[in-house]
């Protein structure tokens, strides 16, 4: 049975496509189109995941899309009774919705008549569930999705136990933890879509001086909490999101009213520089999202009983909040998959057709990230040639995989930056050891080094650690495995001047635990690295420069030489400027 999950006309479009309860692919637009977080319709997601699987569109048995037109209906018609321009928006998204078998058929040139597949419209935040629980180890589980806004709700619970959820409630617009955590973001001058991410960067950097006001802004109750609504003005007037067009990057209107800056201080204009001031409204904003998330999770332990909880949306992406869960909960294991945000939407979509639905046994988890295209050696071999790398002065080498990897660690340990692209590409935003860049975490100065090389990122913003699964330990004063970097751990006090670069201010790491079994490629390189020396850790970044991260080999060769790094492994050629 082949079930295909669309994430189309949303942030992050995408597809994953489960065979008899097997995930088999899944990919987001944007690897194709190049455009970050790219919305719209994801035609070559799709046609990946089919072809990766050898099947065509008249072999879907069901299709599913994370969006229910019927949910909160009576809430939807209120809103848009007060809000007739965000009404309008919707009703634009909605009926490119209804129109999803049309765009199948037109975007595959198929014959409508042979399309056989049953269409099934799931709850969004039904699908962030999904897309955590059915793909976790657990058998049973708590489950909390949190994010912006889908469906009219921003956060939903669930007990997860077999093949089925049961939801236990939810918190619905205009009460969100993501727009408030965007809302302040924008006043803090990060008006990009995605942005968050930098200003929980900022956040260590701070102190929470504005607890009293922070409070007042989200007001915790017990398994919920309330936004202080005169703070906001998408309660006004809707949240401007602009995401039904195809091939572009999500807009977001502002979120923040007047009255933030009243009790706050001005608003940050985004080309002035970041000061103290600004510093401290960031850690106060990550200390308020930290302190209701938490409480909501201690509340969902005490209603659950359950040993896991698997998490999903946007703030399950808040890896600091996350790694505090297990001093501050008494949850033992935490799931997040590497696609918790919404372009997880299309996974989760499918595993609720599959067991929710349809209530098919679960015989599937999902341990590795590597869900999206590889490509074959010949292939790269023709791009490399293409790049006419032997005209310019580059050495090209072709190694079995442990001379390959013996020789990329040295390369880093040289205090070198090493692109590396092997397998398949990454599933979710983080790139986990196939489309990655690779560095020396010895050296305190390799952080401005590839900012300044190649990254061009605030220098606020930390890089992340990638350490055998085995060390963790021994570096981190948690082990529990973070396979997919979606929890950051304190770095032992008598390491952190081991790793000082991929250690953050606060004395923390957004750390990948690499297993051998999930990737033993990536875990050869860092063992070498860690035989040459003694530091079974390296610096991980993904593989691109301002743009969604590398997909293709020409894309990684084109990357590796617009930007200066030092070599570059593609599958087993090793390519190092001589
Ligand atoms: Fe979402």
Partial sequence: ?????????????????????????????????????????????????????????????????????????????????????????????????????????????????????????????????????????????????????????????????????RIGGAVTFPHSLGLYYTAVTQFLGFLKYGDEYKVMGLAAYGHPEHADVFREIVQANGMGFRLGLDYFTHQR????????????????????????????????????????????????????????????????????????????????????????????????????????????????????????????????VMDHAYWGPGYSGERMRTAIEAAGLARSGYRLRELPEEELARAAARIVAEGKILGWFQGRAEWGPRALGNRSIVADPRRPEMKDVLNRRIKHREPFRPFAPSILAEATGEYFEKSHPSPFMTLAYAVRGEKRAAIPAPTHVDGTGRLQTVSREANPRYWRLIREFGNVTGVPVVLNTSFNDNEPIVCRPEEAMDCFLRTQMDALALGDFLIEKS
């Avoid at 597809?15 to 097997?22: E, K, R, S």
């Avoid at 600091?320 to 949850?331: D, H, L, Q, R, S």
């Fill in 237 to 364: 007037t809707g949240p401007e999101m602009s995401w039904a067009e195809a091939d572009k990057t999500p807009v977001l209107g502002r979120l923040y009213s007047e009255k933030m800056a009243e009790r706050l201080g001005p608003a940050r204009q985004s080309e002035e520089p970041v000061e103290a001031r600004h510093r401290n409204l960031a850690a106060s904003l990550q200390k308020r999202l930290e302190d209701a998330y938490l409480g909501m999770l201690r509340t969902l332990h005490a209603k659950t009983g359950a040993k896991a909880v698997c998490l999903a949306g946007g703030v399950a992406f808040n890896c600091v909040a996350n790694g505090k869960i297990f001093e501050n909960t008494p949850f033992e294991q935490v799931y997040v998959q590497p696609a918790a945000g919404d372009g997880g939407l299309s996974l989760g979509a499918a595993f609720y057709v599959c067991h929710q639905l349809l209530g098919r046994p679960r015989r599937f």
């Fill in 1 to 165: 049975m082949n079930i295909l999950g669309i994430n189309a006309y949303h942030g992050n479009a995408s597809a994953a496509l489960v065979c008899d309860g097997q995930l088999v692919a899944a990919v987001e637009e944007e690897r194709f189109n190049r455009v970050k977080y790219a919305a719209g319709f994801p035609a070559q997601a799709i046609r990946y995941c089919l072809k990766e699987a050898g099947l065509n569109l008249h072999d879907i048995d069901h299709v599913a899309v994370p969006r229910n037109p019927w949910a909160r209906l009576g809430t939807k018609l209120l809103y848009a009774l007060r809000m007739p321009a965000f009404a309008r928006e919707r009703l634009r998204v909605m009926a490119k919705f209804t129109g999803i078998r049309e765009a199948l058929v037109l975007a595959f040139d198929a014959d409508p008549g042979k399309i056989r597949a049953q269409f099934h419209r799931i709850e969004h935040h039904q699908a962030h569930l999904a897309s955590s629980f059915f793909v976790s180890p657990h058998d049973r589980a708590a489950a909390l999705s949190a994010d912006g806004l889908g469906d009219f709700a921003s956060t939903m619970w669930a007990c997860g136990e077999g093949s089925r959820m």
